[in-house]
């Protein structure tokens, strides 16, 4: 993408105001409204939608009209406003041409108030080129949806973190300067990218030092995950700087040995094709106990010791901590001494175990058994008493409340005769067919709800509250009646 900053200049500080309020806006939006835009901005004098026409015209927002008129931030936009901050701390007082283009980013020069060089890095996810962000990038980490200018700018706070936590322990990396939103600055690296060099005096020392770098990072807990000869950059004085960090992970990541054997590798096929190195005889006569850093054999990820630091921890590099791993592989180791315990024992408490088993499902039925008798004796009875209940009750639905008291007391008659039929069948209850006592029991219960249900219903109905006016003459029996 083009960045013309010729417009910068010529925006005033309402233009601003209306960019700022279209970023804040877009933090729940994705195409922010034009009402809410207003509302956020809050101009004195109104005139966001001749502000908004002015933006629209240098191509810092984008007009959306498809469900409701709203605008968005472009990549140029949010541009502007983050070169705006950098200049108003001071960071930087020009921009100059571009020197880099990725397909994350574009790097361009920029120059300080007293005549410094630096580069600024604007990070530009979801290009056509590399969407595949989501599965490749774990920006996102728990979130689920996502913005490209939100993941650009959490790529750049990365990357600025790194870069400063390497700075401090000595490694070869640009000064990192200042971060803002998607942009970050650093210093220029006076050198060229490893893919330009088609000579070298001693290739064999540059190859040492570079794989001394990648198995120095993962003593430090990280691992660079692209490596390769476009983020190497080499002076002419043979000096080595690592670019480009924000897809670092830590050596505690599940797929951290497929990364640092991919960077390796990328390593020692550059070397191979471009230099014609030869490393079979050197990889055969390395013994595979010993790893020397300085070495022209294969370093591999099982015999590096993280005994450097904890740049992992302190960066919150992505992966799981060490920590985690030595409890998730306690916890397996655990349950494989679990499971071959219970292997051997198994043929010893074999018949234990089932005498025991057997011992408490028979206590269970002996007490489901009684259980039973004692219901039963009950159900039994209580089954022409329920469906009497039933009749009853729907037999007097047309009736008014006053006779609800004569029916709680024909209710109770018939539960004390209930329970004298009980105790008279309690001899027979062996010769009943169980399913018909299910059913039986089964009925007796919706008897009881029926009836207890059709009660409340009674009462709401009667429960009439005159709402004001002149009272009925309903109303006023209505009164009387719950009087009584």
């Known amino acids: 993408m083009k960045l013309d900053v010729n417009a910068l200049r010529y925006l005033t500080k309402d233009d601003f105001r209306v960019l700022t309020a279209v970023e804040m806006g877009m933090r729940n939006h994705e195409i922010v409204p034009a ?152 210093s220029l690296v006076q050198g060229y990218p490893l893919l330009q060099v088609k000579e070298l005096p001693n290739p064999d ?28 950059m080499i002076d002419d004085d043979e ?31 550059f070397f191979r094709k471009r230099f014609h190195l030869s490393f079979d005889k050197k990889e055969i006569e390395c013994d595979d106990s010993d790893v020397e850093l300085g070495g022209s054999c294969r370093p591999q990820f099982s015999d590096i010791n993280k005994v450097s630091g904890v740049l992992d921890k302190e960066l919150e590099a992505s992966g799981f901590t060490r920590k985690d791993q030595d409890d998730m592989e306690k916890f397996v180791d655990g349950d494989v001494e679990e499971d071959l315990g219970s292997d051997s024992g198994e043929s010893e408490d074999a018949d234990d175990t089932a005498q025991h088993i057997n011992d408490a499902t028979l206590s269970g039925f002996e007490s489901l058994s009684l259980t039973k008798e004692e219901g039963d004796n009950l159900h039994e009875g209580d089954s022409e008493a329920n469906q009497n209940i039933l009749r009853q009750h729907t037999s007097n639905e047309a009736r008014q409340s006053s006779e609800m008291a004569w029916e709680d007391r024909q209710v109770e ?33 919706r008897a009881i709800q029926a009836a207890r249900g059709r009660r409340k219903g009674i009462t709401s109905r009667n429960s009439y509250k005159d709402k004001g006016g002149k009272s009925s003459h309903n109303s006023k029996i209505q009164k009387q009646l719950g009087s009584w």
């Open 239 to 269: 000096k080595v700087t690592m670019i480009d960090f924000p897809q670092m992970i830590s050596v505690s990541h599940r797929n951290a040995q497929m990364y640092f054997d991919r960077d390796i590798e990328c390593i020692f096929k």
């Open 413 to 445: 008659h018939h539960d004390s005769s209930a329970d004298d039929n009980s105790e008279e069948e309690e001899e027979e209850e062996h010769d009943d067919d169980p399913e018909l006592e299910k059913r039986l029991t089964k009925q007796r219960q």
């Open 35 to 186: 009402e809410l835009i207003g509302r956020i901005a809050s101009l004195k004098h109104g005139g966001t939608y001749k502000v908004l026409k002015n933006l629209l015209k240098h191509k810092l927002v984008h007009h959306d009209s498809s469900k409701y008129d709203g605008f968005r931030l472009t990549y140029l936009g949010y541009d502007f406003l983050a070169i705006k901050t950098l200049v108003n701390r001071g960071v930087f007082a020009s921009v100059g041409r571009q020197i880099g283009v990725g397909k994350e980013s574009d790097i361009f020069e920029v120059g300080t108030e007293d005549g410094t060089v630096l580069a600024m890095k604007l990070h530009r996810l979801g290009r056509v080129s590399f969407r595949a962000v989501k599965s490749k990038r774990d920006y996102l980490r728990h979130r689920r949806s996502f913005n490209w200018l939100y993941l650009s700018r959490l790529a750049a706070i990365k990357e600025f973190a790194f870069m400063k936590g390497l700075e401090e322990h000595g490694f070869p990396v640009p000064n990192a300067v200042d971060c803002n939103r998607h942009c970050v600055i650093m």
């Open 205 to 232: 020392t540059l190859f040492e030092t570079i794989l001394g770098l990648v198995v120095r990072l993962a003593e430090h807990g990280l691992i660079h995950c692209d490596f390769n000869e476009f983020n190497i």
